[in-house]
Every structure is written in C-alpha cells, then in structure tokens.
C-alpha cells in the first residue's frame, strides 16, 4: 500500500506498533464524541486488525516526527466502485492546524487520482463544527441531512452528508 505525502505530513498505513497510539484515540472521550461510544478493548482491537489489512486506511504524522497525530480512510463501495466514504481522526494537540484539512486534501487527490474514485462522501454530526469546517473548505458540499438518525451513548444527533465529486476541489 502507498505512503502519500503533503508538504508537511506523511500518511502511511498503519503498523502493529500503532496499536498504543489507535486505543488512546479510540479511548479519548474528547475525540470519540462525535463518532461513537467508547468500545471496549475487544472491538477496539477488532478495529485495529481491520486498519491493518484495510487497503486505504493511513496514520497521519509530520515528516520530522513518528509521532502519530491521527488516522484517515477511505472506504470504497462495494455496490459503486467508483464511490468511497471518508473518515479521519485528529488527536486533540493537533487540532486547528491544519492537519486534518491538509491529510484530507491529499487521501482525496489519492481517491481521484490512483484509486478510480470519482466522488467521495462523508459524514459528520451536526454539532461537529470543525469537522464541518475542514469538509467545506476542503470543497465538499453538504447533500443531506439526516435528522436524529446517528446516535452515541443514548443521544441522538444529526448526521450531515457531505460530498466532494473528482474536479470539484
């Protein structure tokens, strides 16, 4: 699998060592409260196997340090091909400098240029407002929206449909 590089970061995919690094993010109540409750260490390992077999899941990290600062992914539907859903995670110390936005630019270009993706769909709560930033500044277009249909620990929220087509960013 490919190693993409930006300007400042490198997305590589993951590694057994990156274990430590996916169960802090995946235990963090700060990051976990817009995607999902918090698992328990059985389905966060399941997880973890997946990312590691999976064909376009990366960790993100700066080129001047194997820090980890988060992961990002592609999902390519088995129904349309040519279509894949988006996901990233930033730790909270990375957050509001460009990394997420920078990462996703890049595993776009990625999706258009190499993997035969033609659009790529994301979702996103409501109240995740710099989530919704980093997606419309990156050139998606919010297509949907899904009322109370996504619910963590008992609460239901909104889930906001994005989409970017190949040519649009």
């Known amino acids: 699998m490919a190693t ?3 300007s400042r970061l490198s997305l590589s995919p993951f590694e057994p060592s990156d274990w430590a690094f996916f169960r802090r993010l995946r235990e963090a109540p700060e990051v976990m409260r817009y995607m999902a409750a918090i698992a328990s260490e059985k389905e966060t390992r399941r997880l973890f196997a997946a990312r590691l077999t999976a ?3 990366f960790v993100i990290r700066r080129h001047d340090d194997p820090t980890p600062l988060g ?3 592609l999902q390519i539907s088995a129904q349309f091909a040519q279509e894949a859903d988006i996901g990233y995670t930033v730790i909270p110390a990375a957050q509001g400098q460009g990394i997420a936005s920078e990462a996703l630019r890049a595993v776009c270009d990625y999706a258009f ?3 035969g993706v033609t659009a790529v769909n994301a ?3 409501a109240d995740n407002g710099g989530s919704v930033r980093v ?3 990156a050139g998606f277009v919010r297509t949907q929206v899904l009322e109370k ?3 963590i620990n008992g609460v239901r929220y909104d889930d906001w ?3 970017l087509e190949s040519g649009a960013a």
């Open 123 to 125: 979702f996103v709560l």
């Open 113 to 115: 240029i190499r993997a």
């Open 4 to 6: 993409i590089t930006t």
């Open 135 to 137: 997606l419309e500044k």
């Open 55 to 57: 064909q376009h899941t």
């Open 149 to 151: 249909a996504y619910e």
């Open 71 to 73: 992961d990002i992914g």
């Open 161 to 163: 449909v994005y989409r």
